[in-house]
Structure formats: C-alpha cells, structure tokens
C-alpha cells in the first residue's frame, strides 16, 4: 500500500477482554515499530522489529501485552486482559534502511 | 520515558508571523526528527537532521542541531492556518539505525487568519 495502515481505527473493548491491534506496514519496509500515545503526551515507545525478529521489547509495560510479526510484514499488537489505564492511541510506524519512520493513523482503545 | 522536551508548550500567532519551537535531549544521538501532528489525525514526518549537520531547509521549515546544547530548534516561516498542529521532535537513543524513536511533549501551534 501507499502508507501504513492499521486496524481497527477505534476500538471499544470491556476491562478484561483481550483486544488484538493490526499493522500492515508500507511494503518492503524492514523495520516495524509500535508506539502508545496519551492524551497531550508524546509516542512512547512500545516495541519494534526487524523483519520477522523483535529487537526490543523494552517499552512493553507489562506482560499483558505482547507483539509478534510472523512473516517480516504484518504485526499484531496484542493486549491481554485490558485495564482502563490502558485505554490510548496505539501508533505503528515503518521504516526502510534509512531512519525515517512513517506512521500510520493510529488506533484509538478505549477499555470500559 | 521521554528524552526531547519542547519549548514552548504552545504558541499562538497570526498568519504571516514566523514561529520558533525548540528542543532538547539528554543524551547522545545519530539524528533529530521534527513530526507534527494534526487534531485527531496521524503523525507527519517533517524533516530529519544528522548529528554532524548544523542547519537544513525543506521549504518553509528550518531546522538547527546544536549537540554541544542537545538543543534543536524548528523555525516555521510564514505561517499559515494550516500549520495549526502539535509538534514533536524526536530521537533516535542509541547509536544504530532502526531503533526507537524517544518524543517529546510536543509543541501545540495555532496559527489564526
């Protein structure tokens, strides 16, 4: 695709529930990178990829919350589980061998 | 974590006037990213500067690096209504590419006509 897409643009879950985030990266790109956001704050890292293999998981705040990207393309971010703290925007970004990373549009979560 | 810490929080100024955002880091970097980010919407990725780099230009956008401050600023020339947008820099932590990026605050600008 032209940009990186992700999916579902907003998602509305109940505390407990378990909810899986997509991201489909722009094609060919190697690394893959997931972020949070809140409200006013700035991304924050989370994990990220390179190809198939996960780099750093250092940002993952817990261990409800895991990512995988099987084939070096599409990623799923998922959270097990869900508190309502955990309610943000979850942000994906792609880049090539250079250091730009493009971000896709986000997914919104809201954990009742 | 953050590392980049935007000045000012927000900025409000009139179409046609120039706008300065600044930043700063604490620790070393391979390159400073500005992004902006329209209400509700995704983040836009403005302009890169390398860390042997002092100034770069991409149209109406300046950046600055200065390492010896961690300091970068982002000059905005000639605003108009639609750069109205929150603003982060961002940096690359360690000494590879293909590594977290760290974000500041942002920078919240309102450009009115």
């Known amino acids: 695709g032209a940009g990186v897409s992700q999916s579902p643009r907003y998602k509305v879950t109940k505390r407990g529930q378990d909810v899986a985030l997509r991201c489909d990266p722009i094609?060919?790109?190697?690394?893959l990178y997931w972020y949070r956001q809140a409200l006013g704050q700035g991304p924050e890292f989370l994990t990220y990829?390179?190809?198939?293999?996960?780099?750093?998981k250092s940002g993952l705040p817990n261990d409800r919350f895991s990512a995988e990207r099987p084939e070096g393309s599409i990623s799923t971010l998922t959270i097990q589980r869900t508190e309502q703290r955990d309610s943000a925007m979850y942000r994906c970004?792609?880049?090539?061998?250079?250091?730009?990373?493009?971000f896709g549009p986000g997914t919104r979560l809201l954990v009742l | 974590s953050q590392q980049g810490e935007e000045d000012p929080q927000a900025l409000s100024i009139q179409e046609g006037e120039n706008a300065t955002m600044n930043c700063s880091y604490k620790?070393?970097?391979?390159?400073l990213q500005w992004y902006r980010q329209n209400s509700g919407r995704g983040l836009v990725h403005l302009i890169l500067?390398?860390?042997?780099?002092r100034e770069k230009h991409s149209g109406r956008l300046r950046v600055t690096l200065d390492t010896s401050k961690k300091s970068s600023s982002l000059l905005i020339t000639a605003s108009r209504a639609a750069d109205t947008a929150s603003y982060f820099c961002?940096?690359?932590?360690?000494?590879?590419?293909?590594?977290?990026?760290?974000f500041g605050k942002g920078t919240t600008l309102s450009v009115s006509s």
């Open positions: 620790t070393s970097i391979n390159n």
């Open positions: 970004a792609s880049s090539s061998a250079v250091e730009t990373q493009y």
């Open positions: 094609s060919g790109h190697v690394s």
């Open positions: 961002a940096t690359d932590a360690r000494n590879q590419a293909g590594t977290a990026l760290i």
């Open positions: 500067i390398r860390s042997n780099e």
């Open positions: 990829f390179n190809y198939e293999a996960q780099q750093d």
